[in-house]
């Protein structure tokens, strides 16, 4: 099936609603037509895919996961966002590059990837800089294989092992089996991870929130972690950062930070993996850190 086809019957991603996205929308709520909320340099990510100059992030709308403590929920489920067209995304990659990123940081991309390809086919010759796949990890190998000579660094989730937290935060049951085949296929593509100056250039960076009241979650990933890969194989950034935001307040067990014992105790399990890698400092879960990202910057 060709690029475009895909989106009149849409498997892109796990949820596979064969949507005709030509005429109505599936799970993810978007159509045929891009649709972005903001994009700009950004300093939040990970050290080695900010850098100093910043990550050139590009924000898209909609989601095939949905979580009930998303951070971006006025993006994702909520229809914040303009539509551009394929050739303004590739004038937007090549402003970010000119505006010194170090990287394109395709956050949230998955229900985008055919429209992405063909921006990225528009500008490839163009761009010198290492292309970021930024997703919640619910990806189909199928759909990760169209991104080989196009993605250089995949920074996907593992968010839950246990598929009834699954279906209680994103509705999406197989969601660890979907994640841990798509890592195992993002660091096939990429390789191990290459840092110059501070800045990854290749890689898999593999992130989890550490969500309340889930630590024994949280430890259970990071030992499928552990014995699925060598300790360079992949980056491992745990996040402590989480905010109860959106439905997640009224969710009495998620309605609270994560303690430093809940935190520390999946930070001691990775260190016996020996895997590089990022923790946070938890003073950095504060409000102000959740950035907006919905308002149109200026064209
Ligand atoms: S990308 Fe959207 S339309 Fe396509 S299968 Fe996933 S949820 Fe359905």
């Given at each position: 099936?060709?690029?475009?086809?895909?989106l009149?019957?849409?498997t892109?991603?796990?949820?596979?609603?064969?949507?005709?996205?030509?005429?109505?929308?599936?799970f993810?709520?978007e159509?045929?037509?891009?649709?972005?909320?903001?994009?700009?340099?950004?300093?939040?990510?990970e050290p080695?895919?900010?850098?100093?100059n910043?990550s050139?992030?590009?924000?898209?709308?909609g989601?095939?996961?949905?979580?009930?403590?998303?951070?971006?929920?006025?993006?994702?489920?909520?229809?914040?966002?303009?539509?551009?067209?394929?050739?303004?995304?590739?004038?937007i990659?090549?402003?970010?590059?000119?505006?010194g990123a170090?990287?394109?940081?395709?956050?949230?991309?998955?229900?985008?990837v055919?429209?992405?390809i063909?921006?990225l086919?528009?500008?490839?010759?163009?761009?010198?800089i290492?292309?970021?796949?930024?997703?919640?990890?619910?990806?189909?190998?199928?759909?990760?294989?169209?991104?080989?000579?196009?993605?250089?660094?995949?920074?996907?989730?593992?968010?839950?092992?246990?598929?009834a937290?699954?279906?209680?935060?994103?509705n999406a049951?197989?969601?660890?089996?979907?994640?841990m085949?798509?890592v195992?296929?993002?660091?096939?593509?990429?390789?191990?991870?290459?840092?110059?100056?501070?800045?990854?250039?290749?890689?898999?960076?593999?992130?989890?929130?550490?969500?309340?009241?889930?630590r024994?979650d949280?430890?259970?990933?990071?030992?499928r972690?552990?014995k699925?890969?060598?300790?360079d194989?992949?980056?491992?950034?745990?996040?402590?950062?989480?905010?109860?935001?959106?439905?997640?307040k009224?969710i009495?067990?998620?309605?609270?930070r994560?303690?430093?014992?809940?935190?520390?105790?999946?930070?001691?399990?990775?260190?016996?993996?020996?895997?590089?890698?990022?923790?946070?400092?938890?003073?950095?879960?504060?409000?102000?850190?959740?950035?907006?990202?919905?308002?149109?910057p200026k064209?």
């Amino acid at each position: 099936m060709e690029s475009g086809d895909i989106l009149t019957c849409c498997t892109l991603c796990p949820r596979q609603c064969k949507a005709d996205r030509t005429k109505s929308k599936g799970f993810c709520g978007e159509g045929k037509n891009i649709r972005i909320a903001a994009y700009k340099l950004h300093m939040w990510e990970e050290p080695v895919i900010s850098g100093q100059n910043g990550s050139g992030a590009v924000f898209f709308s909609g989601c095939v996961l949905r979580c009930v403590f998303c951070q971006n929920h006025e993006i994702s489920t909520e229809k914040k966002g303009y539509v551009i067209t394929v050739q303004r995304l590739s004038e937007i990659f090549l402003e970010l590059q000119s505006k010194g990123a170090h990287n394109i940081n395709l956050v949230n991309p998955t229900h985008f990837v055919p429209q992405i390809i063909s921006a990225l086919d528009l500008v490839k010759d163009k761009l010198d800089i290492p292309i970021v796949y930024n997703s919640g990890g619910y990806e189909r190998v199928e759909t990760l294989e169209r991104l080989k000579n196009y993605v250089d660094i995949f920074l996907p989730d593992i968010k839950y092992f246990d598929s009834a937290l699954a279906v209680k935060y994103s509705n999406a049951p197989d969601y660890f089996n979907y994640a841990m085949s798509a890592v195992k296929k993002m660091a096939e593509i990429t390789g191990k991870p290459v840092i110059e100056n501070g800045v990854l250039k290749k890689g898999t960076v593999i992130r989890h929130l550490v969500l309340p009241n889930c630590r024994h979650d949280s430890i259970e990933i990071v030992r499928r972690i552990g014995k699925a890969f060598k300790s360079d194989d992949i980056l491992l950034s745990l996040m402590s950062q989480y905010m109860p935001v959106y439905k997640a307040k009224s969710i009495k067990e998620l309605n609270r930070r994560i303690s430093t014992f809940e935190y520390e105790s999946v930070v001691q399990e990775a260190s016996m993996y020996g895997f590089d890698g990022f923790i946070q400092e938890r003073s950095s879960a504060v409000e102000e850190y959740v950035p907006k990202f919905y308002d149109r910057p200026k064209e």
